[in-house]
């Protein structure tokens, strides 16, 4: 296993979401990760011994980030030692990038049944989401009717309908010209 390169903690604007961001790195992983507690055991060691730490109910890589998201039966203050020390511990970037090891847990692409919207989401939103510790991910599109996913520090958040009202709805529909319904999950 390689060293690893120093990292930052910080809050997201979801008060249940924690991110760890590697700034020396690009990318932890080529696909964005996610996994739940009640998925446990995933195969991989970093996932296993956070999502085993008390409170924590997901944990979410993308880009050169890590987030956790916790229970709202425990607080940041109890928590951030633990979880730096498993990622010093359990981050192996060869375990991420394996495709076979990381299959179960690859958070879908962007669906890319409409090109003109799969090329918005990925310009503007992935972006935007990812700098939060999160994404929004489009699932579909059919008839004005917009599906999709919330992932990480978004799944969750307070701010989640704003976002979807605010930067997806209003400048999605005025720019393809009609009436748009957006339905997120998380």
């Not at 498993?86 to 192996?92: E, K, P, V």
């Amino acid at each position: 296993m390689q060293p690893l390169p120093p990292f930052q903690t910080r809050a997201t604007p979801n008060p249940n979401a924690y991110l760890f961001e590697f700034p020396d790195l690009e990318e932890l992983s080529p696909w964005p990760l996610q996994a739940r507690c009640n998925q446990l055991p995933t195969g991989l060691d970093l996932f296993d011994c956070l999502l085993a730490v008390q409170g924590i109910e997901r944990v979410y890589i993308a880009g050169n980030f890590i987030t956790a998201i916790k229970t709202n039966a425990v607080e940041w203050y109890e928590l951030t030692v633990e979880l730096r020390s498993i990622i010093r511990h359990h981050l192996d970037l060869s375990v991420l990038a394996d495709p076979q090891r990381t299959a179960a847990l690859r958070v879908p692409p962007l669906s890319a049944d409409q090109p003109l919207i799969h090329e918005w989401f990925a310009r503007r939103i992935l972006p935007a989401t990812e700098r939060d510790g999160g994404g929004i991910y489009l699932r579909g599109y059919d008839s004005g009717r917009l599906a999709v996913e919330a992932v990480g520090a978004c799944a969750g958040c307070p701010h989640l309908s704003q976002t979807v009202e605010q930067g997806i709805r209003q400048p999605l529909a005025q720019q393809l010209g009609t009436e748009l319904r957006v339905e997120a999950t998380a």
